[in-house]
């Protein structure tokens, strides 16, 4: 087994067994953690200028504002806690009986864990992102997982119909855009990407309840499938395939995020 991968480029992860922490038995569970470095970088306007022209992925321009230093710091400490909280602790692996018995130890079930760490030198930064602070009259900004804005770590109230197995119904849920992002860091595309010609068109974002609501979808829940980056890094840990690995939900983590669904019908 290889305990530590490091990965310049999406995160580092380390594969700890539950021997180091004493635990043992058939309950005792060894530990994934996926750990991803950020350097969030402020986007000014020049020096005696109070706002500059920016564009964004859409190439739509807008007018940015300066960032302060007590803004700049609640941004960077509600992206790095929100961040960790929504995705540490939602899955179990359970290793297949083919691979459970190995020479160099039986493999047990895996919980996965996710740190964020923000730093401020950026060559020790697993990815690089600009923030941009809009006035308040702005319109809306779409976001990416390069270039955020600083309403990206509050919560936007989202609306509209949505197909459910019994037709088309009304729905509303509060999302957390970092939320969405963070989770392509992790490697996770939207619900429908695989359906449509652009993976970041509308209709990427799914056509049904179950797939809007998620957190890869435009919503504030977790699924199950979720698990896969925590898959795939745990097959290169163990040299196994991704699929010797089932995931299951750990403690209530299946509810996480359901509390922000307004209306759902």
């Known amino acids: 087994m290889i305990p530590v991968i490091q990965d310049r480029h999406t995160f580092d992860s380390e594969l700890q067994r539950a021997e180091r922490f004493g635990m043992k038995g058939p309950d005792a569970?060894?530990?994934?953690?996926?750990?991803?470095?950020?350097?969030?970088?402020?986007?000014?306007p020049p020096k005696g200028k109070s706002s500059t022209p920016f564009w964004n992925s859409e190439n739509i321009r807008y007018d940015v504002v300066r960032w302060n230093a007590a803004d700049w710091q609640v941004f960077c400490d509600r992206y790095q806690a929100l961040s960790t909280e929504h995705w540490n602790g939602n899955f179990l692996l359970i290793p297949s009986p083919r691979i459970r018995k190995r020479p160099d130890g039986e493999l047990r079930t895996v919980f996965c864990g996710f740190t964020m760490d923000v730093v401020k030198d950026a060559s020790k930064a697993h990815h690089v992102i600009p923030v941009?602070?809009?006035p308040e009259n702005a319109p809306k900004f779409r976001?990416?997982?390069?270039?955020?804005?600083d309403r990206d770590v509050w919560r936007e109230l989202l609306e509209g119909e949505v197909q459910s197995p019994n037709g088309p119904v009304q729905?509303?849920?509060?999302?957390?855009?970092?939320?969405?992002?963070?989770?392509?860091?992790?490697?996770?595309?939207?619900p429908a990407a695989g359906r449509v010609k652009d993976p970041n068109q509308k209709e990427a974002y799914g056509s049904t309840l179950l797939e809007r609501m998620g957190t890869m979808g435009s919503g504030p829940v977790q699924k199950l499938y979720y698990a896969t980056p925590w898959q795939d890094r745990l097959a290169r840990h163990t040299q196994t395939l991704a699929s010797d690995w089932m995931p299951t939900w750990a403690g209530d983590a299946e509810k996480k995020g359901r509390e922000f669904v307004v209306k759902a019908g």
Do not use: F
């Not at 976001?143 to 804005?149: F, I, K, Q, R, W």
């Open 143 to 149: 976001s990416d997982s390069e270039l955020y804005c």
């Open 29 to 44: 569970q060894d530990i994934l953690w996926l750990r991803m470095r950020i350097c969030l970088v402020p986007v000014n």
């Open 132 to 134: 941009v602070k809009l």
């Open 171 to 190: 729905a509303a849920w509060k999302r957390l855009t970092i939320h969405h992002e963070v989770g392509h860091l992790l490697g996770l595309p939207h």
